[in-house]
């Protein structure tokens, strides 16, 4: 049987990062890893032609992505869509970062080495 890395697989490890919030206050937030069938589902919906749909990718990422102490999600996509657009822009980039996520889909050659960035 081979060995499989536990590295390749998502992390049950909550990161607690803080958002600054429009009134300049600061707000810790835990964030739970996306396995890669969430994020396909978030790159599906932004490739979308449908403009709703595409807007709603964002809130979809970060519902799934806030959790509470126990790993529980705390925001529906509801809510996800109502927050205001800087600390979407601010959980986003933490979401892009913390899943290793360039925001644009990997090339054939990328996914196959196991990069989501592009080494050029």
Do not use: C
Not at 49 to 70: C, G, N, P, Q
């Amino acid at each position: 049987m081979q060995n499989i890395p536990a590295s390749m697989f998502v992390s049950d490890e909550i990161h607690k990062h803080p958002i600054k919030l429009p009134d300049g206050s600061s707000h810790e937030f835990n964030f739970r890893e996306l396995p890669s069938i969430d994020f396909r589902r978030i790159i599906q919906i932004e490739a979308s032609k449908d403009a709703e749909e595409r807007a709603s990718a964002w809130a979809l990422a970060i519902s799934l992505s806030i959790v509470d102490d126990a790993g529980e999600r705390v925001l529906t996509m509801e809510q996800a869509a109502k927050l205001k657009p800087s600390v979407s822009v601010a959980m986003w980039a933490v979401i892009t970062e913390l899943n290793k996520f360039s925001g644009k889909a990997p090339s054939s050659v990328e996914a196959a080495n196991g990069s989501d960035t592009s080494s050029h």
